[in-house]
């Protein structure tokens, strides 16, 4: 079964610095992994993908993610935070395995000081 | 081009009455997906279709909660009766097609207070 875990609900960082969010996986199968973005009151959009190919992915606002087998890893960094970054990102999990089922998770609010 | 179209955006009814959430998906997409976002157990699929017909809807609660999709520009989500307990943000989204690979465009959701 898939499952997804971001580690640490809540990343405080200052505006300039690197931001950090951890997401790790499981997937019997090898899988297609997202990253989404919810600003206040807002649906959840989408930051960057990985489905197959090149590991480092590249997505909107500076964003990127590495997709590492094996550490099962796909982090999303940015080199400098801004305060429009300010939000809550959620990884996702998927896979061809036949029940085309996103599974997120818990999410990372993160934070961003002037 | 519309995203997902989801109303109402913010409905407060009282517990035993129905409740009735809708959408409109990015027209041309196949899948249309019901999700529920609450702060306890973060976001859950509801149910989702692909080209109108329901495939998996494991994720409903219980009996009280219905999704129908009559056509390829409409789905509804019903709860009958409200209870406080289904309080949450109820997310639409479509995708393209039947591929695990593709991108979930969600609506904006339907924010419900059940008190």
């Known amino acids: 079964a898939q499952s997804v875990t971001q580690l640490g609900s809540h990343v405080s960082v200052s505006e300039g610095a690197l931001v950090l969010l951890r997401c790790n996986y499981s997937?019997?199968?090898?899988?297609?992994l997202f990253w989404y973005v919810q600003y206040p009151n807002q649906g959840l959009q989408l930051l960057l993908k990985?489905?197959?190919?090149?590991?480092l992915v590249k997505g909107i606002n500076g964003f990127e993610a590495e997709f590492k087998k094996s550490e099962t890893s796909f982090h999303l960094t940015k080199p400098s935070a801004h305060m429009s970054d300010a939000a809550e990102y959620f990884c996702?999990?998927?896979?061809?395995?036949?029940?085309?089922?996103?599974?997120f998770g818990t999410g990372t609010r993160l934070k961003v000081l002037a | 081009d519309a995203g997902v179209i989801q109303s109402p955006r913010h409905e407060v009814t009282e517990m035993g009455q129905e409740v009735t959430l809708r959408c409109k998906p990015i027209?041309?997409?196949?899948?249309l997906f019901w999700y529920r976002q609450t702060m306890m157990r973060g976001l859950e699929l509801l149910i989702y279709?692909?080209?109108?017909?329901?495939?998996?809807d494991s994720g409903m609660p219980e009996d009280r909660f219905s999704a129908k999709m009559p056509n390829a520009s409409f789905s509804t989500l019903k709860i009958q009766p409200s209870e406080p307990r289904d309080s949450a943000v109820y997310f639409c989204?479509?995708?393209?097609?039947?591929?695990?690979?593709?991108?979930?465009?969600f609506g904006e959701g339907s924010w419900l207070t059940v008190v």
């Open positions: 279709f692909n080209n109108n017909v329901p495939i998996d």
């Open positions: 027209s041309g997409h196949n899948s």
């Open positions: 989204a479509s995708s393209p097609d039947w591929s695990s690979g593709n991108t979930i465009y």
């Open positions: 996702a999990v998927s896979d061809d395995s036949g029940t085309y089922k996103y599974i």
């Open positions: 990985y489905t197959t190919g090149a590991t």
């Open positions: 997937s019997s199968v090898p899988p297609y």
